[in-house]
């Protein structure tokens, strides 16, 4: 793979000379990546807080699905589970999701808000790694999200609550050999996928610096299609709306994280999920907590990296152009790495910026779950002046720079998600007997009861490598779909990459030093 994988790795390939020497890290990336931390960075995307933020029902002794997660993943595996149980006459079905802070406080509410998928960037390296049809097949998932998120927010009556936009997405080029090799990759991808291509515009230096408003120095600008999205609201307005809707089959336990999983005993068929809260047993644990998945999962440590970054909600200046707010932008340096843009259609407008780690800490960002505190320089001073929806009641700091905070991302070191069962190899505990299945009754079956779904198991949805926006929703839906047991019905094999699914290959291929190798040679 000599070419990008993702807009992350274009960062991470500035580092990666520094990874040849990875012994300094190895010793981290097998410890476990913990619980998330007490008390971390204010978002600003959480405030104000959504009402059930703190949400906690009672747990109960047993759930026919326990997800572990309520971020976007977690989100669309609970919310597919829900609707495939009812479709199937299953009205019972407990379906029990558990955070260790408050609801989508982890990666998705911390991100930059961008669903824009790195499209040319990746062709030809798909295409060679996979094969034309899988690479297709990869391009197409990342688009799909664009309309899916919006059609997912339009039937849970939130599209203006959730901010989700359409914008046009700009890539800006600060070094003229880079935009070259940009305008080569997108060369490629207009030739071989000209419908996908259709929208990607090419803008030279003088054109790109009248029309955007650039800095002198810009050397061009590749212009294509994507979207924006308030991605707090987003999530916590369909959680809301599962619980007003299945108030007897969907329970949400916030501030109450998974501290234990055990495989089936003398005592229970079930494995034994536990909380500081109590335990609960259940055929089927699914785990949507991408970059601390290794705290419960042994055997993916060093396979999903967590890496912490950094966000900030910047005010505009009165300078800026009207016409921002119709674009998100990703800034790509002389120095190598990137930045991202985009501007909030209302309240205080404010611009929502990140920076790759890479520019500023290197090693300590990797394997680093502390998001208490970031690697940005001193703060301002906090004021609480400002007036508009996302400031009242709350202080935030003075001049341009209104809040600061880091996230954690789950890098997959082979750079694609990690989606499907976990075989025994890799959760490391045995799974329940098939027995163990929840049962629904069938009026038309030989028998009046039969098993439901997939056989018990360990699932996963996680490592996006910093563009979950673009890969994680779909992913939950799929692994809902695998879960349900209906994959044919839900067509997964027409638009699911099976280059995302677990297997024990690819798992003893996905190895550090490959991506150490791989990424060198970009």
Same mark, same amino acid.
């Given at each position: ?304 990296? &967590?890496?912490? *970054? ?6 505009? #200046? $009165?300078?800026? @152009? +009207?016409?921002?707010? !119709? ?89 694609? &998600?990690?989606? *499907? ?6 959760? #490391? $505990?045995?799974? @329940? +007997?098939?027995?163990? !299945? ?85």
């Amino acid at each position: 793979m000599g070419n990008t994988i993702s807009l992350f790795r274009l960062a991470l390939a500035d580092f990666i000379e520094t990874l040849r020497g990875y012994q300094v890290l190895k010793d981290r990336l097998q410890r476990s990546p913990g619980l998330p931390v007490d008390g971390p960075t204010r978002s600003f995307w959480m405030f104000p807080p959504s009402p059930i933020a703190k949400h906690c029902s009672e747990i109960p002794d047993y759930a026919d699905f326990v997800v572990i997660g309520s971020g976007i993943t977690g989100t669309s595996v609970a919310r597919r589970l829900l609707e495939g149980c009812r479709a199937a006459g299953w009205n019972g079905a407990r379906i029990l999701m558990l955070e260790a802070r408050d609801a989508c406080s982890g990666a998705t509410g911390r991100n930059g808000g961008h669903i824009s998928p790195p499209l040319y960037h990746d062709w030809a390296t798909l295409q060679k790694q996979y094969g034309d049809v899988v690479a297709q097949k990869v391009i197409k998932f990342r688009l799909a999200h664009l309309q899916e998120l919006r059609r997912v927010a339009e039937e849970e009556g939130i599209l203006d609550k959730s901010q989700w936009r359409s914008v046009d997405l700009v890539d800006v080029y600060y070094d003229r050999r880079s935009f070259d090799r940009a305008k080569a990759k997108l060369s490629k991808y207009q030739q071989d996928l000209p419908f996908e291509a259709s929208h990607h515009r090419v803008y030279e230096a003088a054109e790109a610096l009248e029309t955007f408003h650039l800095a002198e120095d810009v050397a061009g600008c590749i212009v294509s299609g994507a979207g924006a999205i308030h991605p707090y609201r987003f999530v916590t307005g369909i959680l809301s709306n599962l619980l007003a809707r299945h108030p007897d089959n969907f329970f949400l336990c916030t501030n109450t994280p998974c501290v234990s999983i055990s495989g089936p005993s003398s005592s229970t068929r079930y494995y034994t999920v536990t909380t500081p809260q109590g335990k609960t047993h259940t055929p089927h644990v699914i785990h949507a907590t991408n970059g601390w998945c290794a705290h419960l999962l042994e055997s993916m440590r060093a396979k999903i990296v &967590p890496v912490r *970054g950094n966000m900030s909600a910047q005010r505009p #200046g $009165r300078s800026l @152009p +009207p016409t921002t707010i !119709s674009h998100s932008y990703v800034f790509y340096p002389p120095s190598g790495g990137f930045d991202y843009l985009t501007q909030l259609p209302n309240g205080g407008r404010e611009l929502m910026f990140g920076t790759a780690f890479m520019e500023s800490a290197g090693y300590d960002e990797v394997g680093n779950t502390d998001d208490r505190s970031k690697n940005w320089g001193a703060e301002a001073q906090p004021t609480d002046d400002d007036d508009d929806e996302n400031s009242r009641g709350t202080e935030w700091n003075q001049g341009r720079t209104k809040a600061m905070w880091s996230g954690i991302l789950g890098v997959s070191v082979d750079l694609m &998600p990690w989606v *499907g069962r976990l075989p025994k190899s890799v959760s #490391g $505990r045995p799974e @329940p +007997p098939v027995l163990s !299945s929840p049962r629904i009754t069938v009026a038309r079956a030989r028998e009046n009861e039969m098993f439901f779904g997939a056989a018990p198991g360990e699932w996963i949805a996680a490592g996006y490598t910093g563009e979950g926006m673009v890969h994680a929703w779909l992913s939950g839906k799929a692994l809902a779909g695998m879960i349900l047991g209906t994959e044919r019905e839900d067509r997964l094999l027409e638009w699911f990459p099976d280059a995302l699914r677990v297997t024990p290959a690819r798992w003893r291929r996905a190895k550090l030093e490959a991506l150490a190798a791989h990424a060198s040679a970009e």
